[in-house]
């Protein structure tokens, strides 16, 4: 079955840097974009970082350019987001995300997400 694990949350200081993985598994990853969404107590769901199938594409919200990176190692099935300079609004809990869009429906999985909290 179709399963996206994350893992790397974790407490951290602000100014401080943490990596999140996501392990994909049960379909075929390198045809899926795949996106970090977050979400902080009472507010939506929100796109963070997304990189292309071959990434060579990524995408920021503005909130985190500059400081997030996302990539990807589609012979580990994996994608990544380094968060650098991290703030105490990026406390939120983190969600993988894969997409593809394919004769004409959108497929979507989703990660069970993973808690990130900067605090000092």
């Known amino acids: 079955q179709v399963q996206l694990v994350e893992s790397g949350g974790g407490l951290v200081e602000p100014g401080g840097s943490l990596r999140l993985s996501c392990a994909a598994s049960?379909?075929?990853?390198?045809?899926?974009?795949m996106n970090w969404y977050r979400q902080a107590p009472g507010k939506e769901r929100e796109l963070v970082a997304g990189i292309s199938t071959l990434a060579g594409t990524t995408n920021y919200a503005d909130s985190v350019k500059g400081r997030f990176t996302i990539s990807r190692d589609n012979a580990k099935n994996t994608v990544y987001l380094q968060m650098n300079s991290l703030k105490p609004e990026d406390t939120a809990v983190y969600f993988c995300n894969a997409y593809r869009r394919w004769s004409g429906q959108d497929f979507y999985y989703w990660g069970q997400g993973t808690q990130v909290t900067v605090s000092s």
């Open positions: 049960g379909f075929t990853f390198n045809r899926y974009v």
